[in-house]
């Protein structure tokens, strides 16, 4: 199996985290080498229970359903790539690029790494699908409907042309799931996809 780089991209509530662990799981059972799995939301969340000047301010943020800062966006996924990524690991991306400018950030990450086969696994849910989802998910971040709306509303307006940028990559491979099945098809699409 050659080395797998792959961005998963979809609204809150698509199933991206379930996906990534059945994708992992099946990757292990076929090859020894180790997957990084980079969460920016878990770290940013670590971040901001700090109770620092700056962890406070990226709190208030988040807790009216905003999206972050690009500075503090880029700094944490990077400071988790930098300290942790190593060699000869299938590296998953998860969380991140949620703005055009993060997404050419990243190319810089691929070129250094020299990751040059990328796949990016988009996981089409409607704004409905996500709605009922993180409503029925129980996450202190999906109790307020205007939570999710904003959630919703910047995935539209900063996501939706990190897809458009993606669809259109002269190198990359994108790939488009409809996530509106069960798990079970949306993982056996995935891993077509993904020829593994």
Same mark, same amino acid.
């Given at each position: ?47 901001? &229970? ?5 962890? %406070?301010?990226? /709190? =208030?943020?988040? +807790? ?6 690009? #500075? ?60 009922? &989802? ?5 996450? %202190?971040?999906? /109790? =307020?409907?205007? +939570? ?6 910047? #995935? ?41």
């Amino acid at each position: 199996m050659e080395l797998l780089t792959v961005i998963f991209i979809g609204r809150s509530g698509s199933g991206k985290g379930t996906q990534i662990e059945k994708v992992s799981s099946y990757v292990k059972s076929v090859d020894q080498r180790p997957i990084f799995h980079l969460e920016a939301g878990e770290s940013f969340r670590n971040f901001i &229970k700090d109770g620092t000047y700056s962890s %406070n301010l990226a /709190k =208030e943020v988040n +807790d009216r359903g905003g999206l972050q800062p690009e #500075f503090l966006s880029v700094w944490a996924w990077t400071g988790e790539i930098v300290r942790k990524f190593g060699p000869n690991q299938h590296l998953f991306i998860d969380g991140t690029p949620r703005r055009l400018s993060e997404a050419k950030i990243l190319e810089s990450v691929f070129d250094f790494f020299d990751r040059k086969k990328v796949k990016i696994v988009y996981l089409n849910v409607s704004r409905n699908w996500s709605i009922e &989802k993180m409503k029925n998910r129980g996450r %202190n971040d999906d /109790k =307020e409907m205007s +939570d999710i709306l904003a959630r919703l509303d910047w #995935f539209d307006s900063d996501v939706v042309p990190v897809l458009d940028y993606y669809r259109s990559h002269r190198v990359h491979e994108f790939i488009e799931i409809n996530g509106e099945q069960s798990i079970e098809d949306v993982n056996k699409d995935i891993l077509i996809g993904l020829e593994i």
